[in-house]
């Protein structure tokens, strides 16, 4: 199974293979410590802890991945996976949905003029508000007060919430609604809340740090390239983003000790003005003076609704994603956050006043929507390392009405929709330093590199993130590993090719771009040393296999070394979804022991985390859910004709599930 079959190699033959099919569907079943089978290789002796993945599973209509209209794979409930390496001579897997509250109002409203619909990489409901899908990433955090590490489940469009590493069930949010500033200020059960799916954790002073933004409605219409067309062919659009009309600009740094309520302040320019995020904040970053926060290069949020307000009408949608859709920012805006700046800040469970701190903008050339940051920062100078998925927008799928870039341009049968599209230039790897003082909106030191072999989609990363003798955050990252996406030819659309024909920073020609794609470029596993800037070590997939969610695993007895451990990652072949690892060192070697179940059935998984133990939560931290959706529910207003529903919705769903806690 870890080689290309007959007809996959026949059709490498005569140019690009296929998408390998078994990234297109996903099992919504839950799995009870399976025990995968060992069928390549052998398992180290000295692999440990328990590896956690993520990724969309579809949602309660759905039952599963694909979705039968063709929606986004990157919408979905999230299915939390662990695999447990504390096992001699096997390796097993657990999973679960993650389910909030609103995943139980999903399932029971599901097909009726109440439930939540997808938009785009987005679930919303206009009656009841935004489905909090935990679907994205994780982040380990241990404060000061915890006998061992915890875990988090996070999303862009949602609150992140702890889960029990244990029964991998969700415990709490992290901080309650009345903390939270939505989106949309309308009476929602579920008020639309836009944080990061990578808040970030500091292991030496034990704080949480996230952010809670907004856009402006005249942000979102700024960016909309046809809009006299928009109000001429669609009028009962303009009236639904009226609906809308009351959003603001807003940025809030948050800080959490583990313990008390969230602490928040307001960021705005040098100017007083508040400071406008354009898309998202995927990421933010931690460095021991600073905190960084960079406007990335995807949308989410209410943009998905007004991009694709009519999920069920694909000719209406069609038409709005031409007159809609611009490409993201070429370049990366970054705010850096003055720690000494946070002294005290307002608590908006106590109805504090709100706390402003100034920001300091800097500009880099190239899109990105994943970076990382050396902790240290010596002389205030502030370390990025920088992913540039140039000229790729990862909100962006493969829909049923595309049509292919090549001559005759037919419609893309193949690989199905749902699909993540091409990247249209090569992906580029740069490390900067940021002068923190300076008032210069330019990094002081730069390189940039990128290869034509490997730097194909670099989007997913892993590294040795803590010591594995303290738990504490490295000073310096000195070798990071990056997945790449590689380039297919049925991935490569004409309305991809048009939304960057004029692309600022393209490197690669667009025509020599399709003749790439047309013959094929396979993802690769690779490890950037960050000093030299060089690809040490990488390991290009055979052709049509596709691969994410690398994780590193510090192997048993790691002094600390960024290489001395195993690499696992997810592999998808022409036929199924296997786990393949991989010496951390010697990459190019291939993969040492490859794993797989027949019930392992996930499509395109994202983000990872790594824990040397779990068990039981012992946390007290927990947000009551009678408190936190009481006043939500009072609030809550029925239109007439939903009435009764709801009064039924209310009484089976919520308050049954207030009295159980």
Not at 276 to 293: E, M
């Given at each position: ?64 991945l694909p979705f039968k209209d063709g929606d986004s794979f990157l919408n979905g409930d999230g299915m939390v996976y662990r695999l447990d390496f504390n096992q001699k001579g096997k390796v097993t897997v657990k999973t679960q949905i993650a389910k909030p509250l609103d995943y139980y109002f999903d399932e029971a409203t599901k097909g009726t003029n109440l439930g939540f619909r997808n938009h785009g990489i987005l679930r919303f409901s206009l009656l009841l508000g935004a489905r909090n899908e935990l679907n994205t990433a994780f982040l380990p955090i241990k404060f000061s007060q915890d006998e061992s590490e915890r875990l988090l489940v996070t999303y862009d469009a949602g609150r992140p919430y702890e889960i029990n590493t244990h029964t991998l069930k969700v415990r709490t949010p992290v901080g309650s609604n009345q903390e939270w500033r939505p989106e949309i200020n309308l009476p929602y059960l579920f008020p639309p809340i836009f944080s990061t799916a990578h808040p970030a954790f500091d292991t030496y002073t034990h704080e949480f740090f996230a952010v809670n933004y907004g856009r402006s409605l005249e942000n979102f219409i700024d960016t909309i390239p046809s809009l006299e067309e928009v109000d001429k062919l669609f009028p009962e659009v303009r009236q639904l983003w009226e609906r809308f009309k009351g959003l ?414």
């Open positions: 199974m870890s080689e290309p079959t007959k007809s996959n190699t026949e059709a490498v033959m005569s140019g690009c293979p296929p998408v390998p099919q078994s990234i297109m569907t996903a099992r919504r079943e839950e799995l009870n410590n399976v025990e995968l089978e060992i069928f390549e290789g052998n398992l180290p002796d000295d692999v440990q802890g328990y590896i956690f993945f993520v990724g969309p599973v579809g949602t309660v209509e759905s039952g599963g603001e600009d807003f940025v809030y740094l948050i800080r959490w000790d583990g313990i008390n309520p969230l602490e928040r302040w307001t960021l705005v320019n040098p100017d007083g003005s508040p400071v406008s995020i354009k898309q998202t904040i995927h990421q933010i970053g931690v460095t021991k003076d600073y905190v960084v926060l960079m406007d990335t290069s995807f949308s989410t949020g209410i943009e998905q609704i007004l991009n694709n307000p009519f999920p069920d009408h694909k000719e209406r949608e069609r038409i709005l994603r031409q007159l809609l859709e611009s490409p993201p920012s070429p370049d990366s805006i970054i705010y850096i956050v003055s720690r000494s700046d946070l002294a005290k800040g307002q608590r908006p469970a106590m109805n504090e006043p709100e706390v402003k701190v100034v920001v300091r903008k800097v500009v880099v050339p190239l899109e990105a929507s994943h970076f990382l940051v050396d902790y240290d920062n010596p002389d205030d100078k502030i370390t990025l390392h920088i992913c540039h998925i140039c000229a790729w927008d990862v909100a962006e799928w493969l829909r049923t009405y595309d049509f292919s870039a090549y001559p005759p341009h037919d419609p893309v049968s193949s690989p199905g929709p749902g699909m993540e599209l091409n990247l249209m230039d090569i992906s580029r790897l740069g490390r900067y330093v940021i002068d923190g003082k300076s008032q210069e909106e330019a990094p002081v030191e730069s390189k940039v590199i990128s290869d034509r072999r490997y730097t194909w989609g670099p989007s997913l990363y892993t590294y040795l993130d803590r010591l594995p003798s303290s738990g504490m955050t490295p000073g310096k990252l000195d070798n990071i590993y990056w997945s790449s996406f590689g380039l297919w030819k049925n991935l490569m659309t004409q309305f991809m090719c048009d939304l960057f024909k004029d692309y600022k920073y393209q490197q690669v020609p667009q025509s020599n771009l399709l003749s790439l794609a047309e013959q094929g470029i396979p993802p690769c596993l690779f490890r950037l040393q960050t000093c030299s800037m060089e690809i040490a070590d990488q390991y290009p997939f055979p052709p049509g296999y596709m691969v994410s969610s690398p994780q590193f695993m510090p192997r048993r007895g790691n002094q600390g070394s960024s290489t001395d451990g195993y690499i696992t990652c997810n592999v998808f072949t022409p036929e199924r979804n296997e786990i393949w690892i991989f010496k951390a060192d010697a990459l190019r070697q291939g993969a040492i022991c490859k794993l797989y179940h027949e019930s392992l059935n996930f499509a395109f998984t994202l983000h990872t985390a790594w824990l040397q133990q779990i068990g039981s939560r012992l946390s007290e931290y927990k947000i009551s859910l009678k408190e936190d959706y009481e006043d939500l529910a009072k609030n809550f207003q029925s239109p007439p004709e939903f009435e009764k529903e709801i009064q039924d919705l209310f009484a089976k769903e919520l308050y049954p599930r207030f009295e159980r806690e």
